[in-house]
């Protein structure tokens, strides 16, 4: 269950592959219906598709992300316009200062150092993001702050009823999101009675949900390719009316995810 009040939550998957697209759409339209919005951070690696349904349906405040797009698709419209507006804060990322935020948190510690974004303005843009002096060189570091969310979403090929579940071979960050988030969602194309081996491990997993074709718009190979068609039609249906249209025949698509 996702907790009452503000929460950060991530998506699995990688730009516009295996997507838990079936959650999205159904997290979009339950948060349209509350009377009171929590206040939503989007935490991903790469943001795509997934997230820009649910900034279009203005149910997010801030985004925490080194990439949002759709790749080959050009830019996310609904992020460009929100952020171009001023509706909606984007905390600065990169690969760097993501992947060490999230080493710092599995190794349980406040920071980890790295020689990244020195000589850039970033730090000028994260003032929570200090500078160290490493006590055995001088040299001067970045110290990267731990990571960490709320909520996982993780979109698997097949996962058993503990949440054992298998991703593929394209994994992103699905494996670190799975320890670093306080409670992970699985759903997977199938539920199956027992896998006899796993990517995520049933022990960190608060729930599983069978979602076939949950991925759909975007891919999950090697069951079925990405759909560019309806990917464009997202790009271009930045339009409230014709986005609303959007919302709803996808959300009929996505009928048998609850």
């Known amino acids: 269950m996702l907790p009452d009040e503000d929460y950060s939550i991530a998506f699995g998957g990688l730009t516009l592959y295996r997507r838990p697209m079936a959650f999205s759409i159904r997290l979009a339209h339950h948060l349209r219906k509350l009377e009171k919005l929590p206040a939503i951070e989007l935490f991903c690696f790469t943001a795509g598709v997934e997230s820009d349904l649910l900034v279009g349906a203005g149910v997010v405040n801030s985004v925490r992300t080194c990439y949002f797009g759709l790749e080959a698709f050009g830019f996310a419209p609904h992020f460009t316009a929100a952020a171009n507006k001023g509706e909606i804060k984007i905390i600065e990322e990169s690969e760097a200062s993501f992947a060490y935020g999230i080493r710092a948190k599995l190794a349980d510690v ?60 394209n994994q992103g960050i699905d494996r670190e999101l799975a320890f670093i988030a306080k409670q992970v969602f699985i759903t997977a194309e199938k539920i199956v009675p027992a896998l006899n081996r796993a990517d995520i491990f049933g022990q960190r997993v608060t729930g599983v949900i069978e979602a076939p074709k949950g991925a759909w718009p975007t891919s999950c190979h090697p069951l079925y390719p990405l759909d560019g068609e309806a990917i464009l039609f997202f790009s271009e249906s930045t339009e409230s009316e014709s986005f609303e249209e959007l919302l709803s025949s996808w959300l009929d698509i996505h009928n048998d995810f609850k």
């Not at 994260?126 to 002096?133: E, N, W």
């Not at 990267?144 to 090929?157: K, S």
Request: charged content about 20%; proline content about 10%; hydrophobic content about 40%.
């Open 110 to 169: 406040g920071f980890m150092p790295s020689p990244a974004w020195q000589g850039t303005d970033l730090l000028k843009l994260r003032p929570d993001v200090q500078s160290i002096k490493d006590p055995y060189s001088g040299e001067t570091l970045t110290a990267f702050p731990a990571l960490a969310c709320d909520v996982a979403v993780i979109h698997a090929l097949e996962a058993d009823p503990r949440g054992n579940a298998i991703i593929g071979t």
